[in-house]
């Protein structure tokens, strides 16, 4: 459990790193300083239907977070439910997957990287999965829309964002998605294809 000093350092970071005022009250409007011990009972089901994994580090010690599109299968979650150890709670909504998204990003700052004003996140996103990821993209869309737009407004930029295994038809997606991210984001943005286009420049960034 981080210290009192800890979280605050953290979000005092995010603050200055951020829309200043306007985050903080973002964040007390959606009780985001508590987003970590607040109680989760469709986790699994979020986890299940947005999987983002936390692995090791960059050169420079950065949190480096992985994602797959591809996979992301919202309609898996919402409306299932209530879970069994709570029966009382209603079924999942886009709100509490949007949220446990949030939580994710609020681990991989306050969790792993305490406050560290030097360190950030790389972030890999693989994008394999052809026609399909361009389907789930747009079935989806609200659930991105939302994500790119909170992280963009209330979080600061990645240090780092790597596009892998990007299809031909990723130029649709990205057109969309540029439009709704940071331009900070954007220009900190690489594109690659398969592995012959994006193992070295990642291996120079990740150990």
Same mark, same amino acid.
């Not at 010690?61 to 439910?81: H, K, S």
């Not at 790389?122 to 829309?145: H, K, P, W």
């Not at 070295?200 to 990740?206: E, H, M």
């Given at each position: $459990? ?26 007390? =409007? ?42 992301? !299968? ?30 994710? =990003? ?9 406050? !560290? ?9 693989? $994008? ?9 993209? *747009?079935?989806?869309?609200? $659930?991105?829309?939302?994500? *790119? ?16 295994? =990007? ?41």
């Amino acid at each position: $459990m981080l210290s009192t000093e800890e979280v605050g350092a953290f979000r005092t970071r995010w603050l200055s790193a951020s829309k200043g005022t306007a985050t903080f009250r973002w964040r007390e =409007a959606q009780n985001i300083n508590s987003i970590l011990t607040e109680g989760k009972p469709h986790f699994a089901l979020c986890a299940r239907a947005i999987p983002r994994y936390l692995h090791k580090r960059s050169c420079n010690g950065d949190v480096v977070c992985y994602e797959f599109p591809d996979q992301v !299968n919202l309609d898996a979650a919402i409306g299932a439910g209530p879970p069994p150890q709570a029966p009382s709670q209603p079924a999942c909504t886009l709100d509490d997957c949007f949220r446990h998204y949030l939580f994710l =990003a609020e681990f991989a700052g306050v969790v792993l990287e305490r406050g !560290n004003p030097e360190r950030g996140i790389v972030c890999v996103i693989d $994008m394999t999965g052809g026609l399909s990821l361009v389907q789930r993209f *747009f079935a989806n869309r609200e $659930m991105y829309r939302r994500t *790119f737009r909170t992280l963009s407004d209330h979080y600061p930029p990645v240090r780092r964002l790597f596009v892998i295994n =990007a299809p031909a038809l990723f130029s649709t997606v990205w057109a969309v998605v540029s439009q709704i991210l940071d331009p900070e984001i954007v220009a900190r943005t690489s594109i690659h294809g398969d592995a012959s286009d994006y193992l070295g420049p990642l291996s120079k960034v990740i150990d």
